[in-house]
Nanobody, 124 residues
Framework: QAQLVESGGGLVQPGGSLRLACAAS????????MGWFRQAPGKEREFVAG????????NYADSVKGRFTISRDNAKNTVYLQVNSLKPEHTAVYYC?????????????????WGQGTQVTVSS
């Protein structure tokens, strides 16, 4: 069993930045793929970014490339999502998820543990 807890969300003005964190307990993340997803009101959950067990292995949705950065600190059992140049359309609940095995791609069904989410609201 793994428990994932996200933090770092909040209200931010357009153009601002946040650093989201996902802390895991119950199992080590060091050999697992991890992903970040988001769900905006009235929309389906969508993939944002993924990272493999090796920090050099990353995967981003086209809509966030160059704007968001995923990273991980295996010693702290934590995965991060740096979100920059935020826009109102980035408003959503952001979820982290633990991939099955080493998976870190965009398919939500290949993640078997999810956090409760952290709200990001971009508004002036």
């Amino acid at each position: 069993q793994a428990q994932l807890v996200e933090s770092g969300g909040g209200l931010v003005q357009p153009g601002g930045s946040l650093r989201l964190a996902c802390a895991a307990s119950g199992r080590t993340l060091s050999m697992s793929g991890m992903g970040w997803f988001r769900q905006a009101p009235g929309k389906e959950r969508e993939f944002v970014a993924g990272i493999g067990w090796n920090t050099g292995m990353t995967n981003y949705a086209d809509s966030v490339k160059g704007r968001f950065t995923i990273s991980r600190d295996n010693a702290k059992n934590t995965v991060y999502l740096q979100v920059n140049s935020l826009k109102p359309e980035h408003t959503a609940v952001y979820y982290c998820a633990l991939g099955v095995g080493t998976y870190y791609g965009p398919s939500a069904v290949r993640y078997n543990y999810w956090g409760q989410g952290t709200q990001v609201t971009v508004s002036s």
